[in-house]
């Protein structure tokens, strides 16, 4: 039986069990193919067996060499349950920009991620992801979301902004029609303005739709946002929002930065539910007071057009991209404006963009990431957030090539057109995930 809303699931969906596979091939060399067993250890991978053809992968066979297939193990580490009253939600932006932004392991990272997560942090519920451009490891072959719901995350709502979802969950739960369609690509096939609507909503009459149209404001808007939320648990409801504050001049103009939104029904062991609204958001960089607070006030009024009840509890969860130290007066205006409180912050770490991290050689200390509760909403009995470290097992090789813009396709470590070859990585993001629990009224 897979999940089923309102109840516990007495076995694991088949995305989850299943050992997920993809075909190496350098698309440089193609047809002639240069690729290796050992490659796969590159993405953090495991070798399975060579073929010209790739094990029947459907594409052209190889004029000399091989394909090498390589898969992704099932975890070993259990996922351990807690109360249906609390809740444990990971944000992460984890820096997957385009190729033509930049090369800085987004394949080699994103591809180590859901193991890695599904190690340090068996009891989480919910990740909140941030900067998911592309779709993560091998977009339509072994996806992000692909490896997330082999590692306990099978449930995810559409990226903020991608115009192309095709359903993919229907095979995880039979009652699909209560569950948003999951998305295996974030890819954008055509430029596209955004809406400036709430969309993908499973309740329209509680929430107002306009027409999609090109605003000066916001820019271009041209990539998807990034953005979406992986469960545990059944996502029993989804919207999203295309923020309309944003500074037409800037970088973020390119992207439809936005909010994701997720309403999650857990179940705990002794079969009790809770349902849980959690909003994961990436805010306009820079500092200009009106399109900050404007966004926050966005995000504020979202939750109230999706008429989510008072005594139910809201989470907001991303990169506010507002410091905790150097701006904390602009802070407090933007939890004014969302209505939202801040948690006790513990654990060993000041920052969450950080010299710490392999991606900063100079000193650095930032706290931009955060996981707030909703003054509107139902309070939580405690609440912390935790900037944590998750790291690789070992260091991997990366191209890392960030200065050079509109270099398209995915280099490999060593190729000769990297600046910066085989530089070694443990970190998996330039941000450190955010570690937030709550605990709620039963």
Request: include cysteine; charged fraction near 25%.
């Amino acid at each position: 039986m897979a999940h089923v809303l309102g109840k516990r699931a007495t076995t694991v969906p088949q995305r989850q069990r299943a050992t997920a596979r993809t075909t190496l091939v350098n698309g440089r060399d193609f047809p002639a193919c240069t690729t290796k067993p050992e490659h796969c250890e590159l993405f953090g991978l495991t070798y399975e067996r060579s073929a010209p053809d790739g094990g029947d992968d459907g594409d052209e066979p190889c004029s000399s060499g091989d394909k090498v297939l390589c898969s992704s193990l099932a975890p070993t580490t259990a996922q351990v349950d807690t109360p249906a009253h609390t809740l444990n939600v990971l944000t992460y932006n984890i820096q997957e920009r385009f190729w033509f932004i930049s090369h800085d392991g987004q394949r080699e990272r994103s591809c180590r991620i859901p193991a890695v997560l599904r190690r340090a942090f068996p009891d989480v519920d919910v990740i909140g992801f941030q900067e998911v451009f592309m779709g993560g490891c091998f977009p339509f072959r072994l996806s992000l979301r692909d490896l997330l719901a082999q590692h306990g995350f099978p449930y995810t709502t559409r990226t903020v902004g991608a115009i192309w979802p095709p359903p993919s969950l229907a095979d995880a739960d039979p009652d699909a029609s209560k569950v948003e369609p999951n998305v295996d690509s974030n890819v954008d096939h055509k430029p596209s303005f955004s809406s400036s609507s709430l969309t993908h909503d499973h309740d329209a009459s509680k929430v107002d739709s306009k027409a999609s149209k090109v605003d000066r404001k916001v820019g271009l808007q041209i990539t998807n946002g990034g953005i979406f939320i992986a469960s545990r648990w059944p996502i029993v409801r989804e919207a999203q929002h295309v923020y309309e504050n944003a500074d037409a001049l800037s970088w973020d103009a390119f992207a439809k930065k936005g909010v994701a939104y997720a309403a999650v029904n857990k179940t705990d062991a002794s079969g009790a539910t809770k349902l849980y609204h959690v909003f994961s958001t990436h805010q306009q960089t820079g500092v200009v007071w009106e399109t900050k607070v404007g966004q926050a006030r966005e995000l504020r009024e979202m939750a109230r057009r999706l008429g989510v009840p008072s005594d139910e509890p809201v989470v907001y969860v991303g990169d506010y991209n507002v410091d905790l130290y150097t701006e904390p007066t602009l802070l407090a205006d933007v939890l004014s404006a969302m209505s939202a409180q801040l948690p006790a912050v513990v654990g060993p770490r000041a920052c969450t963009v950080s010299s710490e991290n392999d991606f900063y050689p100079e000193p650095k200390c930032d706290w931009v990431d955060y996981t707030t509760y909703s003054r509107d909403h139902q309070r939580p009995l405690h609440a912390t957030m935790e900037s944590v470290r998750p790291l690789a097992d070992e260091p991997f090789p990366v191209c890392y090539d960030r200065g050079k813009i509109f270099r398209l396709g995915y280099m490999w470590p060593d190729d000769d057109r990297c600046r910066n070859r085989n530089v070694p990585l443990t970190d998996l993001a330039d941000h450190f995930p955010l570690l937030g629990r709550f605990v709620f009224p039963k």
